[in-house]
């Protein structure tokens, strides 16, 4: 089968490379060299109409009705990233085409970072860590803070949604002595019980978890949803984690909450706009640690998407049911 390579240049150096190169080349017809979307844009290759097997990832063009239309023989698309959401069209999906992407791979560090913000916030060292730099002396907890620490016994976790992120941060926090909530009306029951998870709606997460971790997809039902309201109901000396979408969170909202109640604490990789307003409070405010977008997959951790992309090429090609297949419906879900 045909095969092109379309994505930003450092993309492809990370996620693919030489190794995912050669081993795609070993399976099929590699046509020219990997293009970025400018490239495409200012000499398009002769040799599209040929293409059959598509690699894509960040940075690539959406597949829309004039990419596809020099594409005709296009039949398989392998999204070595995150979510299909920016490139997808109604025109992929008619034409029918099939998708996989590397959602459940990149999940793995953001769950990793994820997971180690909550064992921090559960010790409360984010704040720790300011004091110590301001006063250049360590203190006992107490007089850094009249709160008490959650700690990783008997504290409550409550994860807003159990997705790819979701669930593995689940089974990590399995091994703690920890509660686990969670709020997630498609996830099933057998999932909860699974996972010894204790359903709630999103009122009860924020009212009863010291730790609050974001993992919903950003759709136009979830945007803004973390508001006034929600936040208003924070235990004493919670913390909220994002390392979803930055969208999800009311930003002027979460800004007026944690000036009005500073025994909370907000841990942000993700904002929006990204990253926040050269004036925005977000920069200011005691009580906000920022991390600019480091959870996902950055540099070798995006090696292991682009394997797994070849690897399901040679499952197409053997005609094996791919692992990491995309449904209409599962795109519809997607952040």
């Known amino acids: 089968m045909n095969i092109a390579f379309l994505m930003g240049a450092d993309v492809f150096r990370d996620t693919y490379g030489d190794e995912c190169f050669n081993a795609a080349s070993a399976l099929g017809r590699v046509l020219g060299a990997p293009l970025t979307a400018e490239e495409l844009a200012d000499s398009p290759p002769p040799w599209l109409g040929e293409v059959e097997v598509l690699f894509t990832g960040w940075l690539c063009p959406r597949l829309d009705t004039a990419l596809l239309t020099r594409m005709p023989r296009l039949r398989v698309v392998f999204h070595g990233a995150g979510s299909l959401r920016g490139i997808l069209t109604e025109e992929s999906w008619a034409r ?18 994820a997971f180690g913000s909550i064992l921090l916030s559960l010790k409360r060292a984010w704040q720790q860590a300011a004091v110590v730099r301001q006063r250049r002396a360590y203190s ?24 790819q992120v979701g669930r593995r941060v689940a089974e990590w926090l399995g091994q703690l002595d ?3 909530i969670a709020h997630d009306p498609f996830a099933s029951a057998e999932t909860f019980a699974r996972l010894k998870i204790r359903p709630v709606s999103l009122d009860q997460l924020f009212a009863e978890a010291d730790i609050v971790s974001l993992h919903t997809p950003l759709l136009p039902a979830t945007a803004g949803m973390v508001n006034a309201r929600l936040l208003a109901r924070m235990k004493p000396g919670a913390t909220l984690i994002n390392t979803a979408r930055g969208g999800l969170v009311n930003e ?3 800004v007026a909450a944690l000036r009005d109640r500073p025994d909370l604490q907000a841990i ?3 904002t929006d706009p990204e990253p926040p307003e050269a004036m925005s ?11 600019p977008h480091l959870a996902g ?12 992309m070849v690897d399901e090429f040679g499952r197409f090609l053997r005609g094996e049911p791919l692992r990491h297949g995309v ?4 795109f519809m879900r997607m952040a």
């Open 268 to 270: 942000l990789d993700v």
């Open 178 to 180: 920890v509660k686990i």
């Open 140 to 163: 006992v907890v107490p007089s850094v803070s009249p709160l008490p620490l959650p700690g990783g016994v008997d504290s409550t976790v409550g994860l807003a949604s159990l997705g």
């Open 281 to 291: 409070p977000l920069y200011d405010l005691p009580n906000v640690f920022l991390t």
């Open 252 to 254: 002027r909202d979460l």
């Open 297 to 308: 997959s950055l540099g070798p951790e995006c090696r292991r998407m682009g394997r797994a």
């Open 327 to 330: 449904t209409r419906e599962e």
């Open 96 to 113: 029918g085409i099939v998708f996989a992407n590397a959602a459940a791979l990149n999940a793995i560090p953001t769950a990793e970072y």
